[in-house]
């Protein structure tokens, strides 16, 4: 039976504009909300531990909808399901800025979580439909620039915001977003046939979304409840493990699984998306490390910090706009291989950086991996669906997605601990030395504020230790991040070449 796209071809700019709206929307949401959560804190009266809940409860919902998302393409189709995500994210993002208490803006965060968890796969899916194969390139490249992008000028814009109006402004900045990009999608995207009502395994479901949810509350509250020192993960630990053995039995011996068996049998699928996960590590790694060390060490404002980081964008939108331009004329593989060399060598450059140094090194760094991520995002994202049948895109996507999303949170866990663990060893280290019968830390070698004499001396010789300490634990975590992008290299050789596009086309036609 022939597929069917998913509008006729003149819509296709009006839906490309529509979805990358929310796609965009949903990026810069995932970090937009982290600089305003000090004030926040302060507005309702918070502690730490209780304002957590407004990042965790979010995350936690979208991942354990994300996997959920083929299935529901399937049965209601896409348009209505992007429309009551858009629709809903965009409700929840006003209740948001809206909320009274505490209480109501986590349940809120829930809401708009549930609802964002599908924008993304969604989005990749109905451009991979409504672009015949040819133009898959250029029709990721558009996609990855949202997705990439949006989560970069998170902080920035966040901060702006932040700063020159309200916490509140941060979530009303989605409203004329959503409204314009569901009015798009009711507007532009037809109604495709329901040809596949699958019954709903709920067994399945329960037991992903179990082991996703215990993962993402594991990570997002290690570092605040001291990891495996707090009965809180333990018990996280324990369910997530349990769940998702379970999961893998399931999916193993049941004749229905909730996870479509095809698409273990695919490698280019299978691989791709663990090349993912590992790409997912150091793009939300960095996100995560820049900020704070350029704000808390280096003293940057916060649009001071955006405005050094900005560049990094620029350097994927170049990448991306390449690679469109590349697609079918260089092996994809090569294409990958090549950016993440480039990311691996912006790493290693990073891995250089100092107290002391202006904003060039950060800019050049900031540039050259996010043209390495460009070089990767896009081409790993056409292979990885090449030989996927159509039927199973959303189902394929979602599972991408949460992949990436479920990297990026092992990402910033694993960079965080590290950053805390290696800061107190280093100062240690720093401060062994540092006692009055060293010659080196006595008379001239020791000029004013420092002392170890006055306290106020001592305060300030402990600060500066504390900062060095720091510094050497920030270039441990790029260091890290460098190896593991040197390890998705050899994956490389278990991928498959794409189909040519004439050959793709008519297996398209056939399907």
Not at 263 to 282: E, Q, R, W
Not at 364 to 388: A, D, E, K, N, R
Request: with cysteine; glycine share 10%.
């Amino acid at each position: 039976m022939r597929s069917e796209t998913l509008a006729p071809v003149a819509n296709r700019g009006w839906i490309t504009a529509s979805i990358m709206l929310a796609t965009f929307m949903q990026g810069v949401d995932t970090t937009i909300a982290n600089v305003a959560l000090p004030h926040m804190q302060g507005s309702m009266s918070a502690s730490q531990d209780q304002i957590a809940w407004v990042v965790t409860s979010y995350i936690v919902a979208a991942a354990i909808m994300t996997p959920l998302t083929g299935w529901l393409a399937n049965r209601f189709g896409v348009k209505y399901v992007f429309l009551i995500s858009v629709v809903g994210f965009t409700l929840a993002s006003a209740l948001c800025g809206a909320a009274a208490s505490l209480t109501q803006i986590v349940i809120y965060r829930l809401l708009q979580g549930i609802c964002g968890a599908a924008l993304v796969p969604l989005s990749q899916a109905v451009l991979l439909q409504i672009n015949p194969p040819d133009r898959h390139a250029r029709a990721m490249a558009v996609w990855g620039m949202g997705v990439i992008i949006g989560p970069i000028i998170g902080p920035t814009l966040g901060g702006w915001l932040t700063d020159n109006y309200s916490w509140r402004s941060v979530f009303y900045i989605n409203v004329p977003f959503g409204v314009l990009s569901a009015l798009g999608i009711l507007i532009f995207i037809r109604d495709t046939r329901h040809g596949r009502r699958e019954a709903f395994d709920w067994f399945g479901f329960a037991t992903l979304s179990l082991a996703i949810g215990a993962l993402q509350m594991l990570l997002d509250r290690g570092q605040l409840k001291d990891w495996f020192g707090s009965t809180e993960i333990w018990i996280e630990a324990a369910i997530g493990g349990l769940a998702f053995y379970l999961f893998v039995v399931h999916t193993a011996t049941a004749d229905r699984s909730f996870l479509n068996r095809d698409l273990l049998k695919d490698a280019n699928c299978m691989v791709g998306t663990l090349m993912m996960f590992l790409v997912g590590i150091p793009l939300y790694g960095t996100m995560t490390l820049l900020p704070t060390m350029l704000q808390d060490l280096m003293n940057y404002p916060v649009v001071t910090t955006g405005l050094v980081i900005a560049p990094r964008g620029v350097g994927t939108m170049i990448a991306m706009i390449l690679v469109a331009r590349l697609a079918g004329r260089i092996d994809t593989r090569l294409v990958i291989m090549t950016g993440l060399g480039l990311t691996a060598l912006a790493m290693w450059q990073m891995t250089g950086f100092s107290l002391y140094m202006g904003m060039g090194p950060v800019i050049v760094t900031g540039v050259m991996q996010g043209f390495g991520l460009g070089f990767v995002f896009t081409p790993l994202s056409i292979i990885t669906f090449s030989t996927l049948p159509r039927h199973m895109l959303t189902q394929g996507t979602a599972i991408f997605s949460l992949m990436r999303n479920i990297g990026g949170s092992i990402g910033i866990s694993i960079v965080e601990v590290l950053l805390a663990q290696n800061t107190q060893i280093i100062h240690s280290r720093l401060v062994e030395e540092l006692r009055p019968d060293n010659p080196l830390a006595r008379g001239r070698m020791m000029p004013a504020p420092y002392s170890l004499t006055d306290p106020s001396g001592v305060a300030a010789l402990n600060a500066e230790a504390t900062r060095q300490a720091a510094m050497v634990a920030y270039i441990d975590d790029f260091l890290l991040m460098m190896i593991l992008v040197v390890i998705a290299l050899p994956l490389l050789l278990f991928l498959r070449r794409p189909r040519t596009p004439a050959a793709a086309g008519a297996a398209v036609a056939l399907d």
